[in-house]
């Protein structure tokens, strides 16, 4: 790996010198646009459109329009003059307990490298938030924009995730939310028996992208002037169809989900014996990530619609 920025971890009066690297990277694959009708690649031009002229990526400038219509141009050098855009030292502003930051605002992991012959101040730090159990709310710049961040330990390696500001956090707002709605003590403890018998450990490595891996197989098969797979059939609509009466459907979903676990060996008859878990998995509860083209943007067209089909989740080695 590459370290991407290069400072220090302000604890106190402790410096902990430390280099940063992204910890996550993309594995979609990747297309180019090209030209239906001859398979020509799409390209693009950066245009003036007062002159016409295609600009050199030099002479690009960012600008910025008020709201009564004035335009600023701003140039590497303005951002260069930004106080926090300097700074080099990760600043700790407080230690809270790990409950209290809510998942929604967490945004991108790095991970820390001490950047110094010793080691001590990072393992002091990393120690101290172990045996503290709370992670440390910092703010330092990167990329030229300051960020809010939780420094935690993971793995003995200290980690940063970068936190959105609350203002970027959207509010849940829905109508539909305010219905008054009466749940039937009957449902809740249906659905309560179908939670158990779903119940296991989260172990992420049982888990695979199961839409990259036949996007592969498609453009593999397509190399080879073939067909990867086969029309899907309809599905039986008498099995399927939706069900208006909720505790019938979730009466359905525990029997379907017993049949489906002693069809994988697990025997115990209420889904929540203390042997390894092989329960099956829909493949809509896997993380079906889109293919996206070099520019950056979304491939339009859509997944392939989920099957009914249930299969174990497929562990990796």
């Not at 016409?52 to 960012?62: C, L, Q, R, S, T």
């Not at 998942?103 to 790095?110: G, I, N, S």
């Not at 707002?173 to 249906?190: Q, T, W």
Request: aromatic letters at 6%; hydrophobic letters at 35%; proline letters at 5%.
């Amino acid at each position: 790996m590459r370290s991407i920025w290069k400072g220090s971890v302000a604890f106190g009066l402790v410096n902990v010198p430390v280099k940063l690297y992204s910890a996550t990277e993309e594995k979609d694959i990747r297309f180019h646009q090209v030209h239906a009708q001859d398979g020509g690649r799409i390209k693009y031009k950066r245009v003036c459109d007062l002159d016409g002229e295609e600009v050199p990526y030099a002479d690009i400038a960012k600008a910025y329009e008020s709201d009564d219509g004035r335009t600023i141009m701003l140039t590497d050098e303005d951002f260069a003059q930004l106080p926090a855009s300097s700074s080099r030292e990760i600043d700790v502003v407080s230690f809270v307990p790990s409950d209290q930051v809510d998942p929604v605002l967490y945004d991108k992991t790095y991970y820390l490298e001490p950047a110094s012959t010793s080691t001590k101040a990072y393992v002091l730090l990393r120690q101290t938030l172990e045996q503290t159990d709370r992670i440390a709310i910092v703010n330092f710049a990167l990329r030229q924009k300051t960020r809010l961040a939780a420094l935690r330990v993971r793995d003995d390696v200290l980690v940063i995730q970068t936190l959105l500001w609350p203002d970027e956090v959207r509010a849940a707002e829905f109508a539909s939310l305010e219905e008054s709605v009466s749940i039937k003590p009957a449902e809740l403890k249906m659905a309560s028996m179908l939670v158990d018998s779903f119940a296991d450990d989260f172990h992420p490595e049982d888990y695979t992208d199961e839409y990259r891996e036949e996007l592969q197989q498609l453009i593999e098969a397509k190399l080879e002037g073939g067909e990867a797979f086969e029309t899907p059939e309809k599905p039986d609509e008498g099995e399927d169809a939706e069900v208006v009466d909720l505790l019938a459907a979730l009466q359905r979903s525990v029997e379907r989900h017993k049949k489906a676990g002693a069809s994988t060996g697990d025997d115990s008859g209420d889904g929540a014996d203390d042997s390894p878990k092989k329960s099956p998995r829909t493949s809509s509860a896997k993380t079906r990530t889109k293919a996206t083209d070099e520019t950056g943007d979304q491939d339009k067209d859509e997944a392939k619609p989920p099957t009914r089909r249930r299969s174990p989740a497929r562990k990796t080695g």
